[in-house]
């Protein structure tokens, strides 16, 4: 995701620095540019890459999308990036990410959102941008600030349709509960996205997991960006029906999930609230269990 929204932003003349632990995908676009795969064919991107914080210098706009696990320490290492203005943005999945960037970094620095686009990694120096969808983003301290404006335009300026939002825990909850929906269960099943709704036992696991988090959002006093969370998640899960979630592709790599972040995170306010999340709890534990078996398998 961070190799797309780079490409995109150096191709519309944005001056880009992707950095990234991964050396040979470093290599590969210092060598030959970033291939983007649609299907309408490949482009080639050059956007700066390194995997040395110390290259860049101060950044105007630092955009995270780590994996949430790493949120903490990405935020951490980031400070030397950062000037007196620099915003920073989270897109990434799960819950409790723009906390951590606040907390680290300073909340008035935060820009907090949701992006339907999807991006995989198919060999170093090359993505395929497999999914297009509208991108959302909001002030972590709230409002409609100029900044958030001018990232809202740059976005779309860049083809990532984006429009900035008065708050952020709607968004954030909105796409949580579609990540609690889908991820676990296809990563624990092997299914694809639409299979998850096709196949009638995997459907009800599905629809008891929104539901379960739809109280707890509800128990908060958020409120929804749909009025229908089933409805909602199964629209979602048949538009990317061919999708193999991005939790499916974690433990197809033998990646730490981010299970703490989506399903935990249900599990943990539910607790708060003193509400019960039992279906949310068997989908952690289940992925808990295979992260011990894939994970600890390649240590
Ligand atoms: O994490 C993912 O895979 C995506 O957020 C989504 C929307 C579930 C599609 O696969």
Redesign the pocket.
């Known amino acids: 995701m961070g190799s797309l929204f780079g490409a995109r932003l150096a191709s519309v003349g944005e001056s880009v620095w992707l950095l990234d632990t991964s050396e040979p995908h470093v290599r590969a676009i210092r060598e030959k540019g970033l291939a983007v795969v649609t299907t309408k064919g490949e482009t080639i991107a050059f956007p700066q890459a390194t995997t040395d914080y110390a290259d860049i210098g101060t950044v105007d706009l630092l955009i995270i999308f780590v994996k949430s696990a790493a949120t903490r320490a990405a935020a951490e290492s980031a400070a030397e990036l950062l000037g007196p203005n620099t915003a920073v943005l989270t897109l990434q999945?799960g819950y409790g990410n723009a906390q951590v960037l606040a907390e680290v970094l300073g909340k008035e620095r935060v820009i907090a959102g949701t992006t339907?686009q999807?991006a995989t990694l198919l060999e170093p120096g090359r993505i395929l941008h497999g999914?297009d969808g509208l991108t959302h983003i909001g002030e972590f301290c709230g409002g409609i600030s100029p900044r958030l404006q001018q990232i809202a335009a740059l976005l779309s300026r860049a083809g990532f349709a984006t429009t900035a939002e008065n708050e952020i825990a709607p968004l954030l909850w909105g796409?949580l509960i579609?990540?609690a929906g889908?991820?676990a269960l296809?990563a624990i099943t092997g299914l694809e996205?639409g299979k998850l709704i096709e196949c009638g036992e995997t459907r009800t696991i599905l629809e008891m997991a929104v539901s379960e988090a739809a109280k707890v959002a509800a128990a908060l006093e958020i409120q929804l960006p749909y009025d229908d969370p089933v409805a909602e998640v199964t629209k979602?899960?048949i538009a990317?029906a061919k999708?193999?979630?991005?939790?499916?592709?974690d433990l197809d790599a033998a990646r730490i999930t981010?299970i703490d972040a989506i399903n935990g995170a249900i599990v943990r306010e539910a607790a708060r609230l003193g509400l019960a999340a039992p279906v949310n709890q068997v989908l952690v534990l289940l992925i808990k269990a295979l992260e011990r078996k894939k994970v600890s398998s390649v240590d």
């Open positions: 999945n339907a999807g999914g796409k579609i990540n889908i991820n296809s996205n979602v899960a990317t999708n193999r979630s991005s939790m499916l592709q981010e």
